[in-house]
């Protein structure tokens, strides 16, 4: 098995990690993840908003956000648990996740409202 790469976050460019967080899929991820007080298991996220994300590209998602130094995976077993690492990146760019974060939320906020006005016309 390969090791797992975590980065330095002095090592790591600014743009990787805005890079890693344009995907909307992988922001939804690391937005989960950051929410949550424990690990969170990669097949906890097999469905990500309402879309079914087969597990290589779960992976794929997952290294992205790995290597830019954005979480920390553990394997377990044959599961891998991921942490964030909010407080390194902040200590480098203070604020900086807190408000992707905050952004992504108004966003999905937004979403819902859309969502649910569309149901309530088709009724």
Do not use: W
């Not at 992988?26 to 879309?51: H, M, N, P, Y």
């Not at 480098?92 to 149901?119: C, D, F, S, V």
């Amino acid at each position: 098995m390969r090791p797992l790469i975590h980065p330095e976050i002095a090592d790591v460019p600014l743009e990787l990690m805005l890079h890693a967080l344009a995907d909307p899929v992988r922001v939804a991820i690391f937005a989960d993840i950051v929410k949550q007080d424990c690990s969170q298991s990669c097949s906890s996220f097999l469905t990500v908003g309402e879309k079914q994300i087969p597990k290589s590209t779960l992976s794929q998602h997952f290294k992205i956000l790995r290597e830019a130094g954005l979480i920390r995976s553990e394997r377990r077993g044959v599961e891998m648990h991921n942490t964030s690492r909010c407080a390194e990146v902040d200590a480098r760019y203070p604020g900086m996740l807190a408000a992707i974060a905050n952004a992504h939320q108004i966003q999905m906020n937004a979403r819902e409202k859309t969502t649910a006005k569309k149901r309530s016309t088709r009724r």
